[in-house]
């Protein structure tokens, strides 16, 4: 077997036996967020990552704002300020100013064009398209998270200098939210196996003609055959040959995301089939060791969209809190529910932790 992309990190960033996943305090549910033009994308990935707790621990600890050097915009210290708010706050909801404040400076920006200059599978066309941020101009939920997590791990190694790739993949975001994709492939002629590997913070799955999420899932680790315009070159024989291909989880995150998408790659429009998705779900056969013991999530946010196509709509989320209650968290309104109502919805993100 032929590996690349799995090499030992020189420096640990932050320490993984430091990440507490479960809530260090107990608490009501913290407030709602007034829609401020067209931003209920914005706010249900706000409170999504805000009851996410290992990430909610750390944030309240302030353990990044005080060695923070950071000139100018910091999106690890904004999500302190904002969490903080949202969780301590008397009122029953507030505006998010502060990040929308900093979603229009130009580094923000940057960072979005930067890592992702499109993306297939996400519902809607935002501010990574047009260039700027507009509160009045709808957004993918999606497009928001992957920029928001991107922009708080390059905080996350702001003054840290000449790291390599694997040191960098271990700040406490990726130690929360990466894991490793393994690609193995292997060569119809010669039968060489050859292995990639590749982070990731979450996984955007296939869901036309799906059920469930384990039925996204297994096709997800189904092999695929490599030929024509996808030929892989084979080491071995040295040239373009047919392959199989395989895609599993081969380190799996603390924090496991994922998205339906709901975008028809050929059509654009939106998939709107139901596809059932458990409340506890096991990661082990979607492993590159499928045979070893159970590996259990469970489910602590689901983003919902509405809306009969992909160019408008209202999202909306569930988010279990501190407290172990589920809440409808619909722009200003924070409702309690029960996880029969939860596990009925027309998913677009899922939220699993370990």
């Given at each position: 077997v032929i590996g690349k992309g799995m090499t030992p990190p020189q420096k640990i960033l932050f320490p993984p036996e430091k990440i507490?996943?479960?809530?260090?305090?107990?608490?009501?549910?913290?407030?709602?967020?007034y829609n401020l033009g067209s931003t209920c994308y914005l706010n249900v990935v706000l409170q999504c990552l805000t009851y996410t707790p290992?990430?909610?621990?750390?944030?309240?600890?302030?353990q990044h704002s005080r060695f923070?050097?950071?000139q100018g915009f910091c999106m690890m210290c904004t999500m302190e300020d904002h969490v903080r708010k949202v969780l301590y706050s008397s009122a029953t909801a507030i505006r998010p100013r502060a990040v929308i404040r900093d979603l229009k400076c130009?580094?923000?920006?940057v960072l979005q064009q930067l890592f992702f200059p499109s993306l297939r599978g996400g519902l809607l066309t935002s501010f990574l398209v047009i260039g700027e941020f507009k509160p009045d101009i709808p957004g993918d939920a999606y497009e928001f998270l992957r920029c928001t997590l991107n922009a708080m791990q390059r905080a996350c190694l702001s003054g840290?200098?000449?790291?390599?790739l694997s040191s960098q993949e271990t700040t406490i975001i990726h130690q929360i939210f990466g894991g490793f994709l393994r690609s193995r492939v292997t060569c119809l002629s010669c039968k060489t196996v050859s292995d990639f590997f590749k982070v990731?913070?979450?996984v955007l799955l296939k869901i036309k003609g799906a059920s469930s999420l384990t039925t996204a899932l297994e096709d997800f680790v189904t092999p695929k055959h490599l030929d024509g315009r996808k030929c892989f070159k084979c080491s071995k024989c040295k040239k373009k040959v047919a392959a199989s291909k395989m895609v599993t989880v081969h380190h799996a995150p603390r924090v496991l995301t994922v998205c339906l998408g709901r975008a028809d790659?050929?059509?654009?429009r939106k998939l709107s089939q139901v596809v059932e998705y458990p409340e506890c779900l096991d990661l082990r056969p979607y492993m590159s060791d499928p045979a070893a013991e159970p590996l259990l999530y469970s489910l602590y946010a689901v983003v919902v969209h509405t809306g009969q196509t992909c160019l408008g709509g209202h999202f909306f989320c569930y988010t279990k809190v501190s407290n172990g209650q589920w809440y409808k968290?619909?722009?200003?309104?924070?409702?309690?529910?029960?996880?029969?109502?939860?596990l009925e919805q027309q998913a677009y993100l899922l939220f699993y932790a370990r």
């Amino acid at each position: 077997v032929i590996g690349k992309g799995m090499t030992p990190p020189q420096k640990i960033l932050f320490p993984p036996e430091k990440i507490c996943m479960d809530w260090r305090q107990k608490r009501r549910p913290g407030a709602g967020l007034y829609n401020l033009g067209s931003t209920c994308y914005l706010n249900v990935v706000l409170q999504c990552l805000t009851y996410t707790p290992p990430l909610a621990n750390y944030l309240l600890s302030r353990q990044h704002s005080r060695f923070c050097r950071q000139q100018g915009f910091c999106m690890m210290c904004t999500m302190e300020d904002h969490v903080r708010k949202v969780l301590y706050s008397s009122a029953t909801a507030i505006r998010p100013r502060a990040v929308i404040r900093d979603l229009k400076c130009k580094q923000f920006l940057v960072l979005q064009q930067l890592f992702f200059p499109s993306l297939r599978g996400g519902l809607l066309t935002s501010f990574l398209v047009i260039g700027e941020f507009k509160p009045d101009i709808p957004g993918d939920a999606y497009e928001f998270l992957r920029c928001t997590l991107n922009a708080m791990q390059r905080a996350c190694l702001s003054g840290s200098s000449d790291l390599d790739l694997s040191s960098q993949e271990t700040t406490i975001i990726h130690q929360i939210f990466g894991g490793f994709l393994r690609s193995r492939v292997t060569c119809l002629s010669c039968k060489t196996v050859s292995d990639f590997f590749k982070v990731f913070l979450d996984v955007l799955l296939k869901i036309k003609g799906a059920s469930s999420l384990t039925t996204a899932l297994e096709d997800f680790v189904t092999p695929k055959h490599l030929d024509g315009r996808k030929c892989f070159k084979c080491s071995k024989c040295k040239k373009k040959v047919a392959a199989s291909k395989m895609v599993t989880v081969h380190h799996a995150p603390r924090v496991l995301t994922v998205c339906l998408g709901r975008a028809d790659d050929q059509t654009s429009r939106k998939l709107s089939q139901v596809v059932e998705y458990p409340e506890c779900l096991d990661l082990r056969p979607y492993m590159s060791d499928p045979a070893a013991e159970p590996l259990l999530y469970s489910l602590y946010a689901v983003v919902v969209h509405t809306g009969q196509t992909c160019l408008g709509g209202h999202f909306f989320c569930y988010t279990k809190v501190s407290n172990g209650q589920w809440y409808k968290m619909n722009d200003v309104s924070v409702e309690g529910c029960d996880i029969h109502t939860v596990l009925e919805q027309q998913a677009y993100l899922l939220f699993y932790a370990r």
